[in-house]
């Protein structure tokens, strides 16, 4: 074990002296790419199998990863990046497929729903073709399937059925010994994403109590209700998840919440940066980026990674929403506001998530 870490950091020195970046072998990169992209270093390839229309504005993707990819847990996300116009993009997405499938057989699911003026879902739905190499990050994410088993309540809305879908197709093929239901919201039903998957796992999983519920097909609106979770047997006694679109999940835990469900059984899979109240705080400040040797100024209406980006530099990152770390920056002096909670940073060296650090003063970063 120490042979592997002291060769690891033999690596990482050798790539800053001759490379400046902390993985040389990623510098073989472009020509790896052009003979087997599955052989590139940077990021874990992933070959895009087979591409699913699920509906009109949904589909599924096939993936075969790398077999060094870590593998991943039902309800996880990943980040994935892809070349849109020659510019590397990363996205999060859910994976779809239960870890059964990539212990099998080495590949997994992602579902993507096309969104209006999206950049990265349109040319996936647009351009993406079956063969193309993609680039696929670890796993992350606690939207888990609870251990040891107890009764659960899903609640979804539209593409939030991604999450879900790995955790019943996990919980099926494991013989989940506790009572599940499924409320899922669409807006028509042609809207519905999997559904013969969804049909099929109620008919082979007895435990699963499964209702989906169109909420545009009447004169009237049909949305979650005092009813639907009034039918739930021991509704009290359940894990709640909760994917689907913000005035959903605030409608879903408003309810819970009225029948004595504490937040710390309310679980979500969440796609948006929350912001905290800022309040009245002085921020923004002069943003050294040492490792590059290069100051800008900020405004303090906006953070270190788009600061950054917008400086021209290109530091790793992935969700952008405070979740997966991977842009985790070394800051060697100032202070920094975390965007989400509202926190301070202390004013001397640690590490920061700088998709969610606002500057508050003259701050420095190692990039």
């Given at each position: 074990m120490l042979a592997k870490q002291t060769q690891s950091r033999t690596l990482h020195w050798l790539g800053r002296q001759l490379f400046?970046?902390?993985?040389?072998?990623?510098?073989?990169?472009?020509?790896?790419?052009?003979?087997?992209?599955?052989?590139?270093?940077?990021?874990?390839?992933?070959?895009?199998?087979?591409?699913?229309?699920?509906?009109?504005?949904?589909?599924t993707l096939v993936l075969k990863p790398s077999r060094r990819w870590s593998g991943f847990r039902a309800g996880q996300h990943v980040?994935?990046?892809?070349?849109?116009?020659?510019?590397?993009?990363?996205?999060?997405?859910?994976?779809s497929s239960s870890p059964i499938l990539w212990q099998e057989?080495?590949?997994v699911t992602l579902t993507i729903k096309r969104l209006p003026g999206g950049r990265v879902t349109n040319w996936i739905h647009d351009e993406l073709k079956p063969g193309t190499v993609i680039g696929i990050g670890d796993a992350f994410g606690d939207f888990l399937v609870p251990e040891p088993a107890q009764p659960v309540l899903f609640i979804s809305g539209g593409s939030g059925i991604t999450p879900v879908l790995s955790q019943l197709e996990t919980m099926a093929a494991t013989d989940y010994r506790a009572p599940v239901t499924l409320l899922y919201f669409v807006r028509t039903g042609d809207d519905i994403i999997a559904g013969e998957k969804l049909q099929a796992l109620s008919a082979r999983y007895s435990a699963l109590t499964l209702k989906i519920i169109a909420t545009h097909e009447t004169e009237s609106p049909r949305y979650l209700s005092d009813e639907d979770l009034d039918a739930i047997p021991g509704i009290k006694a359940r894990q709640a998840f909760l994917c689907g679109p913000a005035g959903l999940?605030?409608?879903?835990?408003?309810?819970?919440?009225?029948?004595?469900?504490?937040?710390?059984?309310?679980?979500?899979?969440?796609?948006?940066?929350?912001?905290?109240?800022?309040g009245n705080q002085a921020l923004g400040g002069q943003v050294r980026f040492t490792g590059s040797k290069l100051d800008v100024g900020s405004e303090g209406d906006a953070t270190l990674l788009e600061i950054a980006e917008a400086a021209?530099?290109?530091?790793?990152?992935?969700?952008?929403?405070?979740?997966?770390?991977?842009?985790?920056?070394?800051?060697?002096?100032?202070?920094?506001?975390?965007?989400?909670?509202g926190q301070s940073s202390g004013p001397g060296e640690e590490n920061i998530q700088i998709?969610?650090?606002?500057?508050?003063?003259?701050?420095?970063?190692?990039?």
């Amino acid at each position: 074990m120490l042979a592997k870490q002291t060769q690891s950091r033999t690596l990482h020195w050798l790539g800053r002296q001759l490379f400046n970046r902390d993985d040389p072998a990623a510098f073989f990169d472009p020509l790896l790419e052009r003979i087997n992209p599955m052989w590139v270093q940077e990021y874990t390839p992933a070959r895009v199998e087979q591409i699913i229309q699920e509906t009109p504005d949904t589909r599924t993707l096939v993936l075969k990863p790398s077999r060094r990819w870590s593998g991943f847990r039902a309800g996880q996300h990943v980040n994935i990046c892809i070349d849109v116009g020659g510019i590397r993009r990363n996205r999060t997405f859910s994976l779809s497929s239960s870890p059964i499938l990539w212990q099998e057989q080495g590949r997994v699911t992602l579902t993507i729903k096309r969104l209006p003026g999206g950049r990265v879902t349109n040319w996936i739905h647009d351009e993406l073709k079956p063969g193309t190499v993609i680039g696929i990050g670890d796993a992350f994410g606690d939207f888990l399937v609870p251990e040891p088993a107890q009764p659960v309540l899903f609640i979804s809305g539209g593409s939030g059925i991604t999450p879900v879908l790995s955790q019943l197709e996990t919980m099926a093929a494991t013989d989940y010994r506790a009572p599940v239901t499924l409320l899922y919201f669409v807006r028509t039903g042609d809207d519905i994403i999997a559904g013969e998957k969804l049909q099929a796992l109620s008919a082979r999983y007895s435990a699963l109590t499964l209702k989906i519920i169109a909420t545009h097909e009447t004169e009237s609106p049909r949305y979650l209700s005092d009813e639907d979770l009034d039918a739930i047997p021991g509704i009290k006694a359940r894990q709640a998840f909760l994917c689907g679109p913000a005035g959903l999940m605030d409608l879903a835990r408003n309810l819970l919440h009225q029948r004595g469900i504490a937040d710390t059984d309310i679980h979500s899979a969440v796609f948006s940066v929350p912001q905290a109240d800022l309040g009245n705080q002085a921020l923004g400040g002069q943003v050294r980026f040492t490792g590059s040797k290069l100051d800008v100024g900020s405004e303090g209406d906006a953070t270190l990674l788009e600061i950054a980006e917008a400086a021209g530099l290109s530091p790793r990152h992935g969700c952008r929403m405070g979740i997966c770390h991977q842009c985790s920056c070394r800051k060697t002096a100032g202070t920094v506001i975390n965007r989400l909670t509202g926190q301070s940073s202390g004013p001397g060296e640690e590490n920061i998530q700088i998709c969610i650090s606002v500057p508050k003063g003259p701050v420095s970063i190692d990039i």
